[in-house]
């Protein structure tokens, strides 16, 4: 978790989830995964992470959803740079509580990662490693 001046930024970096769209979950009925809102989602595979950025209104601490975030991390093991589509979207189960920012991407196990995300000219980063 860290702020800006006007955001709460949320970031997890999570096994990579199954995304769906309204038709897609319209048909199937997923019991786990993610519902995209807005945006592709990209496919789930080996070494593929779930990077998702929550961003909230540090005033009314309400989830925003018309942010344009950039989303990028940094492998700092490998030298890596991946700019994470901002797919907006939200926990198929959870639903609305859950409205986040992200996408699947190929992150290997054992990296030192630093995660940033611009939200127009305020930024946070976080650092981690993924186990």
């Known amino acids: 978790m860290a702020t800006t001046d006007r955001y709460l930024v949320v970031i997890n970096v ?12 319209a048909a199937q009925h997923p019991i786990e995964g993610e519902l995209i809102l807005a945006g592709v989602g990209n496919r789930v595979g080996l070494n593929v992470r779930h990077v998702e950025a929550h961003v909230y209104d540090r005033v009314s601490g309400l989830a925003l959803l ?3 975030p950039v989303i990028v991390v ?20 959870i639903g609305a509580s859950d409205v986040h920012y992200g ?29």
């Open 14 to 25: 999570l096994p990579g989830e199954q995304m769906f769209t309204a038709a897609e979950a």
């Open 66 to 68: 018309d942010v344009s």
């Open 74 to 93: 940094v492998n700092r093991t490998t030298g890596v740079r991946i700019e994470v589509p901002a797919t907006l979207m939200e926990d198929v189960n």
């Open 103 to 131: 996408n699947n991407v190929v992150i290997p196990g054992g990296s030192d990662l630093s995660l940033t995300v611009l939200i127009g000219q305020q930024e946070v980063t976080v650092d981690g490693r993924l186990a």
